[in-house]
């Protein structure tokens, strides 16, 4: 996978072991949304795994264009959460700028409030947007465990583990930053996004487990 | 951090990217095992950034020492989930070839036989070891979450979610080798160390993330 952004290393192509140090300093960044992002992408690699494992072998020929789907949208997620990573990092780090800005006169607090609750709004979408690729992975893991590779059976569970932690670790972000933004109109889309999760994830991870835990019996 | 290992570049020394690639692909390793020791790894890093966030602030003076300590923790555990995650692909990989192992005569097949045991045991201990770790993760986040700099607390949370999935994904993998484990002494003090890990491990994400909320809201 190559995700290309100029000049700059981007996390995505650190070693694990800087984006571990770099995570356990004392800059903000990055911080658990990128974090949260980059564990959606392992639930989703996961998830790839388990297919190509199945793909190709006798014994699950039945599933084999199953699979082939499952794998599309398992590395279209595992993409976009990999970009995902990075976002986060900006939104916060525009957030911050704006926060910086000059508020002297009356008309610099203005402009600066302005700005202040623009990229609010941003940093909150963007650990929405996690959330809801995480669901999405929450569903496939599913399907995953019902049909994949029984030798590689239990790496379905452990996606659904992956990708809800990460999606309850990205509402933690969202709500965050709904705490601040002032617009009524965006805190109730806000508000009904976060509902929306909740109610579809409920109960899903607990359903994959048992189908895994059944089989691995 | 540097954890060197002869001239093999580690599961740790390769880019995010690359991990994610590998992960994705068609081969075993590395696998949900690996992640569960990522994972936590990550949990762990997110508490010494909230500790390095909180030491040196005038605010939190009174907190620096225990965070000291706290930040002294998750770092060795960092450290040591780190490795894990390069140990679980060797034991795995151990087991691999013990299962590959000439069964033509009957003296081969008991080798064999007594090899694969050894190696079952072996690849058992590892994810229980990263269960352990992850526990100890969960246990130090609820104290970030009651200490921490409040600007980075959700931090704290998101490490407990973190240590959290890892935890289960790593017991996953411990039940998974158990099934197959025939010495009933070992198969006891498995089951024992499952029983005391998922009884120490109940009700504490929910803790510490009851803390977490209240501060956010």
């Not at 509402?171 to 705490?179: A, H, P």
Request: with cysteine; proline share 2%.
């Amino acid at each position: 996978m190559l995700i290309n952004k100029g000049d700059k290393l981007m996390l995505i192509d650190k070693k694990v072991s800087n984006f571990l140090d770099e995570l356990a300093s004392n800059s903000p960044t990055p911080g658990g949304g990128s974090v949260a992002a980059l564990v959606g992408a392992l639930g989703a690699a996961l998830i790839s795994m388990v297919g190509n494992l199945t793909i190709g072998k006798k014994k699950y020929e039945g599933v084999e264009e199953d699979f082939k789907e499952i794998i599309s949208s398992s590395e279209k997620l595992r993409y976009e959460l990999s970009r995902l990573i990075e976002e986060d990092v900006k939104v916060f780090n525009d957030f911050m700028a704006t926060y910086k800005m000059p508020k002297e006169t009356e008309d610099e607090k203005k402009v600066r409030a302005e700005k202040v609750q623009e990229s609010l709004i941003e940093a909150a979408k963007v650990p929405l947007r996690v959330a809801y690729k995480c669901l999405d992975i929450m569903i496939l893991s599913q399907e995953t465990a019902e049909k994949g590779n029984i030798n590689v059976i239990s790496d379905a569970g452990v996606a659904a583990l992956m990708a809800e932690a990460a999606l309850e670790s990205a509402m933690l972000n969202v709500k965050i930053n709904l705490k601040m933004i002032k617009d009524e109109k965006v805190r109730t889309e806000l508000s009904s996004s976060i509902k929306e999760i909740l109610l579809k994830e409920k109960g899903q991870k607990e359903k994959v487990l048992r189908i895994v835990e059944q089989k691995i019996r």
